[in-house]
């Protein structure tokens, strides 16, 4: 299961006293609009383009069917993944090569090469965070396409220079750079949210988790593939002294490439999703007043006042508890497949271990694709989390049962194994369903859609700083179980899995979905 970058959220709800972004509107209820009556031409703009509309202020049900039927726009949503698969294809690329690049730059001992190799694989997104509420912020000021552009360009520049480095000092400082232009992720994920319906909101984002996973996949293929052109392709490189000087220029040249074309393409085609509130006419001075008073406490909302907000935190924290696990397991797993059956692992060899990468990939897409949209329309956000939550401890524990089967040893044992590890994987991977329904729910508690950028740079900062730990420290705790023998080299699989029974705690306390809210609301009345 590959950890979403991303990754990677639509459907706001809304409280009583207004609607959230992409609320699923009962159309028989009276719905006000996110502050007050008086207040609601201050925001009647945003609210019908989410599909809000009331029937106080003589909105029409039609209006509220045809945005709610409103199509998915198939040729913004292609271009904004597009260049969703940026971020993961630069940070993934360079994994195949950094640690021959920084034994040939620094010329440091064997001991130092993963010291160096980590230091610079986390910059990238110690950088992210410290930025990434910047962009949020900047993108709720002058528009989503701006600073998307403008980050697109960063990271391609930032990209092309890391190939190009000749010291261990130039590539942490080309690899911060790449790191400063985080406003991809954040604003891609915005603007996904902003051309969504209630309807149209889950397949959007499953798209979106695809090319996520896309670049997750082909950043290092192409990575490997590319580097050292002249050693590999002495037929087509061989002679170049370029190409000798840089043998990893190639690969950041072609990933920067395609950074480029995403940048060229979402400047042209892609559309501005934030829109602007027009001035309201005909109001008196006390409407006049009132709606200054929205307008300002809309657009200026701190990070604190956002995350008292309520549900905030509880979605930000379960957001955070899967963004562990993912990371975690994306980590271990293919130390875990080769490390030999004796010390807890399944002693695979590379091409068993790329084989289950593969279908670990393809049951991904098939989930998240073919499964998620229809599941989530069914039992919604809170119960897609639920239930992956649920079976994420069943998960995580098939992995060391497998080693038990091997190490039984017998005949039917191992024909076992090889029935149930496959099976498990793709099954298992259904819980992959939970990080695009996190994704959700991080925009249904948004308070507003003038604060969704920052609310989504909150969430991705997060992320942000534990993919800059969590995958060093847990592979650490698992090669420490693993020469210990503790619980038979299998307590990092115990752990993870008393950490995701967590989770599933967690989860009850998720915001209800918008409709539940209402109904129960209108009960107690």
Not at 177 to 203: D, N, Y
Not at 380 to 392: N, Q, S
Request: charged fraction near 15%; hydrophobic fraction near 45%; aromatic fraction near 10%.
């Amino acid at each position: 299961m590959a950890a979403p970058t991303e990754g990677t959220t639509t459907q706001q709800p809304g409280r009583e006293s207004g609607t959230r972004l992409g609320e699923d509107i009962d159309v028989n209820e009276t719905t006000s609009l996110l502050a007050s009556a008086k207040a609601e031409p201050t925001v009647r703009a945003a609210g019908q383009q989410y599909g809000a509309t009331s029937e106080a202020n003589g909105d029409s049900v039609s209006e509220v069917d045809s945005q709610k039927e409103k199509p998915l726009p198939l040729g913004q949503i292609f271009f904004l993944c597009y260049a969703r698969a940026i971020e993961p294809l630069a940070f993934f690329s360079i994994f195949p090569y950094v640690s021959q690049m920084v034994q040939d730059n620094g010329n440091v001992s064997d001991s130092d090469i993963g010291f160096y190799s980590g230091l610079i694989e986390s910059m990238f997104s110690l950088t992210q965070a410290i930025v990434m509420l910047f962009w949020g912020r900047l993108a709720d000021r002058i528009g989503r396409k701006p600073v998307l552009v403008f980050s697109l360009l960063g990271v391609t520049v930032a990209t092309s220079l890391f190939g190009t480095a000749r010291s261990i000092g130039q590539m942490i400082l080309f690899r911060c750079i790449a790191g400063v232009f985080a406003g991809t992720i954040v604003t891609i994920r915005t603007m996904v949210a902003e051309h969504s319906t209630p309807t149209t909101q889950a397949r959007a984002f499953s798209w979106f988790a695809f090319s996520g996973n896309l670049g997750i996949f082909l950043g290092p293929l192409l990575g490997g593939a590319l580097a050292d052109p002249v050693r590999q392709y002495p037929s087509i490189f061989g002679g170049m002294r370029f190409f000798e000087d840089y043998p990893y220029a190639l690969s950041s040249f072609v990933v920067a490439m395609i950074g480029a074309t995403a940048a060229i393409s979402t400047a042209f085609f892609v559309e501005e999703t934030l829109k602007k509130e027009p001035a309201a006419t005909g109001l008196d001075d006390n409407e006049a007043l009132d709606e200054t008073h929205a307008r300002h406490q809309n657009r200026d909302m701190s990070t604190w006042e956002l995350l008292k907000a309520p549900g905030v935190a509880t979605v930000i924290y379960v957001y955070g508890h899967l963004m562990i696990l993912a990371f975690a397991y994306t980590a271990i797993i293919p130390v875990f497949w080769f490390t030999p059956v004796s010390l807890g692992g399944y002693g695979f060899t590379p091409m068993q271990i790329s084989l289950l990468m593969g279908m670990n990939g393809a049951a991904q897409a098939a989930w998240l694709l073919l499964v998620f949209p229809p599941l989530q329309r069914r039992i919604g956000t809170k119960g897609v989390i639920r239930l992956c939550a649920a079976a994420y401890p069943c998960f995580l524990l098939a992995c060391p049962f497998g080693n038990v089967l091997l190490r039984i040893g017998t005949k039917a044992a191992i024909n076992t194994f090889w029935v149930f590890v496959p099976t498990a994987l793709i099954i298992g991977c259904g819980v992959s369903m939970s990080f695009t329904a996190a994704q959700l729910a991080i925009n249904d508690v948004s308070p507003s859609p003038r604060v969704l950028g920052t609310l989504n740079a909150v969430a991705l900062t997060s992320t942000s700083v534990l993919r800059a730990f969590t995958p060093a420290l847990s592979t650490t705790l698992f090669a420490l179980g693993a020469r210990s023998q503790l619980l038979a080299g299998h307590a990092i699989w115990v752990f993870l899995a008393l950490f995701a029974s967590g989770l599933l705690l967690a989860t009850k306390y998720l915001p209800e979905p918008p409709k539940t809210r209402k109904r129960q609301s209108n009960q107690d009345s």
